[in-house]
């Protein structure tokens, strides 16, 4: 490796953590707050800090957590997340679509570190895919925003013994207003969305008592999706 190619390397591992800097500004407080409720949850600290080192999934951890904390099964747990998380296959396949020139071990390190976020800022950047060791741009953003998520967590555990028990009983509110973050500018761009959203509510709402909350998880997901076909092939027409 010559001194021109060390050069350009730095240079998209510099360009990449300015752009993923938003991402790692946003995940620390979320991730402090998903550890403090996880720790209230009863996790320990090694296990709420192993679950965002091997998860990696903001909204299915925030779930998990409280489905965890309410006593809902594993396999209530593994079922909602898989659900939640399905998103993701979609995601991968239009990010490696975009990285289709790359070799294969760089598909599999970077759609590792797809989240939501990553995903967005990834694919607004797309002329770094044709640019020399490109790759290592879009892994500084994965990179940055997954230790950013690590460490915030593992904060989030150490304070959740530290702060009032009254004042982590709030910052249950981050759970919410991570899920409508991501649901309101999806409303927006697509009124009838909101249509998806009080159906999926409405089957939780109506099945809890019937089948437990974790279930009535799963039900409402599912269904509400199912629901998502009709309206936006309504949409489309």
């Known amino acids: 490796m010559d001194l021109g190619e060390k050069q350009i390397i730095k240079m998209q591992i510099r360009d990449g953590f300015i752009a993923g800097s938003p991402i ?7 991730a402090i707050a998903y550890g403090v409720l996880a720790k209230q949850a009863g996790l320990s600290l090694l296990e ?11 909204a299915a951890q925030f779930m998990g957590a409280g489905m965890i904390g309410l006593g809902v099964s594993a396999t209530e747990i593994i079922i909602a997340t898989f659900v939640l998380n399905l998103r993701h296959f979609v995601m991968s396949l239009s990010f490696i679509n975009q990285i289709k020139q790359y070799a294969m071990k760089w598909k599999f390190f970077l759609s590792l570190g797809l989240t939501d976020e990553t995903f967005s800022v990834s694919s607004i950047y797309k002329k770094q895919v044709n640019q020399k060791n490109g790759y290592f741009f879009y892994g500084t953003i994965m990179l940055a925003s997954y230790l950013s998520w690590v460490f915030g967590s593992f904060l989030g555990g ?3 013994d530290v702060i009032p028990e009254k004042l982590t009983q709030s910052m249950g509110v981050a759970l919410y207003a991570m899920f409508i973050g991501l649901l309101i500018p999806s ?4 009124g009838r969305i909101a249509i998806i959203s009080l159906s999926a509510m409405l089957i939780n709402y109506l099945v809890s008592p019937y089948i437990g909350q974790g279930w009535g998880i799963v039900a409402g997901t599912i269904l509400g999706a199912c629901v998502g076909i009709f309206v936006l092939e309504e949409e489309k027409v």
């Not at 800090?49 to 999934?57: H, I, K, R, Y």
């Open 48 to 58: 709420l800090t192993g679950m965002s080192l091997f998860v990696f999934a903001g």
């Open 158 to 160: 150490i304070l959740g």
């Open 187 to 190: 409303v927006r761009k697509y």
């Open 24 to 30: 790692v500004v946003g995940y620390l407080p979320i």
